[in-house]
């Protein structure tokens, strides 16, 4: 009989707390809180969405102050015998940075070049290039350890430009180097900024 009253009893309360319920002696009845919607975790409440992060704008590009000098494009040659290899590295005080999958450019010195050099190295870039002008501008890719080869490269005086981020200011850095190549030759270099 006492097992009877004693089970009765704890299946009782266990009844009283499915409910979300406390019963005090007295006979008051406190309900628990209504929980309408707990949120999956790590994941704002509805009342709040989730605001993506804004994408940083592209930095504005300044307009260029000399024209496309067509005549001075038209003496270049296009393509030739010479060759430029070398690595993109950036020095740094805790060794130094790999410009890996960078695109390596090799443009000829001219008026227009030089304007675009010039602001790149001061930290703001001009409007592209006029058509035309990339018709004489040969690129290629860096491989995984920095290295790059442009092969076909006509005689003259060339910029070859790359960039690599700086991890320690999280920055695109430019590096420039002008090269002069005679026909057939083959010149070797570590661009850097």
């Keep these: 009989m006492k097992k009877r009253i004693i089970a009765g009893m704890l299946l009782?309360?266990?009844?009283?707390l499915s409910g979300c319920q406390t019963y005090y002696p007295s006979g008051?009845?406190?309900?628990?809180?209504e929980v309408i919607d707990r949120g999956e975790p790590n994941?704002?409440?509805?009342?709040?969405?989730?605001?993506?992060?804004?994408?940083?704008p592209p930095a504005k590009r300044v307009e260029r102050k000399i024209a496309f000098p067509a005549d001075e494009y038209a003496a270049l040659k296009k393509t030739?015998?010479?060759?430029?290899?070398?690595?993109l590295v950036l020095p740094t005080q805790g060794g130094?940075?790999?410009g890996a999958d960078e695109t390596i450019s090799v443009a000829p010195v001219t008026t227009y070049s030089?304007?675009?050099?010039?602001?790149?190295?001061?930290?703001?870039?001009?409007?592209?290039?006029d058509p035309r002008a990339r018709e004489y501008t040969h690129t290629t890719r860096s491989n995984e350890?920095?290295?790059?080869?442009?092969?076909?490269l006509p005689s003259g005086d060339f910029y070859v430009s790359g960039s690599l981020i700086d991890p320690n200011t999280s920055k695109?850095?430019?590096?420039?180097?002008?090269?002069?190549?005679a026909k057939g030759e083959s010149k070797e270099l570590q661009l850097s900024p």
């Design 28 to 33: 008051t009845v406190i309900r628990a809180p």
């Design 172 to 181: 695109r850095r430019i590096a420039i180097a002008e090269v002069r190549l």
């Design 80 to 87: 030739g015998t010479a060759t430029i290899s070398g690595r």
């Design 145 to 152: 350890e920095g290295y790059f080869v442009l092969r076909n």
């Design 12 to 16: 009782a309360s266990l009844v009283g």
């Design 114 to 129: 030089a304007e675009a050099a010039e602001r790149a190295l001061a930290g703001r870039a001009v409007t592209k290039a």
């Design 43 to 56: 994941k704002p409440a509805p009342s709040q969405p989730e605001t993506p992060a804004k994408p940083k």
């Design 96 to 98: 130094t940075v790999i």
